[in-house]
């Protein structure tokens, strides 16, 4: 059953309404869609109804036109009387130091929601404590691509030129990195962001190759001696990275158990792919499974449900398929067929037109989507023309929650998707705590991928305060272990064993072609039939969705 939570700060909007700012539907997704259903509202969010149990990047740039360089952004932050350094003594153990909670507030930042509770500290922090630490930095790197991929396709799709550039993104990462040296806890040091020009390719490698390239960046990251790499944004990067012993974040809805393996190096905003999966049956098992399709179309409405899961073929994510496919079972579910297909962006609409009529003679009336956010253009527009109308089940990947996406999709189709979604109901681009953050630092526009940037930073820097003046991987996790779960703008945040991503609850949403984004104001927009209530994996009620037949 849904319980009160508490209140959440000023309000926020998402990473995803961010991307946009008057662009029209996705102008930009700062290089790795497939991580980014993440981010929504927050920053004065009136109280949710929560489950029980409560207490919760694609960052790579675009066009390669720099050179490497490193950052020193800011000085560090005067937290509580904290910020100074001691004498540089890397050999001198971090123990003379004094860490003691703040006197004057709880939080570290207040009216942050995510904020970890204040520390004041003084004395030596015992200097080199791991690769890329020093008495008085913290070298994270970050890989700068040179391809064009999935932002530009959806851009295009959306009738909207890209506007994020290499120079927009490093200006905004760097801010922000100046903003966290000013705001957080890091012991007398400061984040320094090495950019560098990598050889590998994001989109390549999430068709599964690139390894080799993968690997040769990863090694560019070793020489440099960075702590960490804000760019993780792939599998064979992250695990990469991972073996070299560096810390990696943004890796796009990889399974629990590769984290686990990976432990205790790569993090990620991207919910992990085994509780999407998890949450996904959850609810089809216990809200859809054994009923009539009563929100398909056509001459589908009514007819005993026919469930088909879709995911790309990839064997991570197939991975997460199999894990829900089990799970359904368990609630004496069948899942039916599973229909993958390739994250290919040349052929997708080819694949349309192959799968959606394979699905139509199989009379499959629910499609569990795990999908990118450009497939199901494709998807819901052969539907139409093939006037076959499912169930299209939301499962909260890649921004197919947005208004921004489910804008672009064919709205015959549109008017029967409904599901969950970690994401809060979007508000206007400028009243995000990220777009705040950088004004605090810079006069000028960030760039529009400044939400993602922001809260992918801010799960680093968390991390970082939570270790204390000793910052190695190992601490790292076991200070992200020991934070305090918070309900914010990508919803709850909470880490420990076997929990390397952040998203730990749901909400129900349906379509309504007919609604106001409160994003965009455009029409149509993600609804939820019960506002506020959220719920995580284990608590999702029995009974029918509550959603209207807004499809017919």
Known sequence: MATSAPPVGPRTFSIGQRLLRGYGPLAVFAALVLMMALLVPSKSVKP???????????????????????????T??????????????????????????????KDQVPGDPYSPPCVAFSGNNGGSTSRGINATEIHVAYRVLNEKGFQ????????????????DIKRTVAALADYFNKTFQFYGRKIVIDFYNGQGSNTTELLGGGQDKA???????????SFADMSATSEPYADALARRGIMGFGDP?????????????????????????????EYAGKRLCGKPAQWAGGNLKGKARNIATFAPENSWYQESVQIARTTLQKYNCQPGVNVSYQLDLGTMSNQAQNIIPKMKSAG???????????????????????????????????????DIVGQLWNQNEAAHAFGV???????????????????????????????????????????????????????????????????????FWQFGAHDYTAANDVREIYWDPNATSTYNGKQGAFKEPEPGVRWK????????????????
């Open 215 to 225: 690997e040769a960046d990863a090694d560019t990251v070793k020489s440099k001696g």
């Open 253 to 281: 809805y990889l399974s629990q158990p590769w984290h686990d393996q990976h432990r205790p190096y790569i993090w990620s905003l991207a919910t992990d792919g085994t509780l999407v999966a998890n949450e996904a049956a």
């Open 421 to 491: 979604s970690s994401l809060q109901t979007p508000v206007p681009p400028t009243q995000t705590i990220a777009y705040e953050a950088y004004k605090k630092v810079r006069s000028d526009e960030p760039a529009f991928s400044v939400d993602l940037i922001y809260f992918q930073m801010e799960m680093m820097a968390i991390g970082i305060q939570m270790a204390g003046p000793n910052l190695n991987p190992q601490t790292f996790e076991q200070g992200m272990f020991s934070y305090p779960p918070k309900l914010g703008p990508a919803g």
């Open 537 to 552: 994996q284990g608590t999702i009620p029995t009974g029918d969705p509550k959603i209207p037949n807004v499809g017919g």
């Open 76 to 105: 560090p932050g005067q937290a509580g009387t904290a910020g100074q350094a001691g004498s540089a003594g890397g050999s001198q153990a971090a123990s003379v130091a004094t860490k003691n909670p703040c006197s004057d507030r």
């Open 364 to 402: 499959v009336t629910t499609i569990l989507c795990g999908c990118d956010p450009i497939m199901p253009v494709f998807l819901t527009g052969e539907m139409n023309r093939e006037q076959y109308y499912p169930e299209f089940v939301i499962v909260g990947t890649a921004l197919t929650d947005t």
């Open 152 to 167: 530009q396709t959806l851009a295009a799709l959306a009738g909207a030129s890209l506007q994020d550039t290499p120079d």
């Open 48 to 74: 949710q109804n929560v489950s029980s149990g409560a207490t919760d990047s694609g960052l790579s740039s675009g066009d390669q036109s720099t050179q490497d360089t490193s950052v020193v952004a800011g």
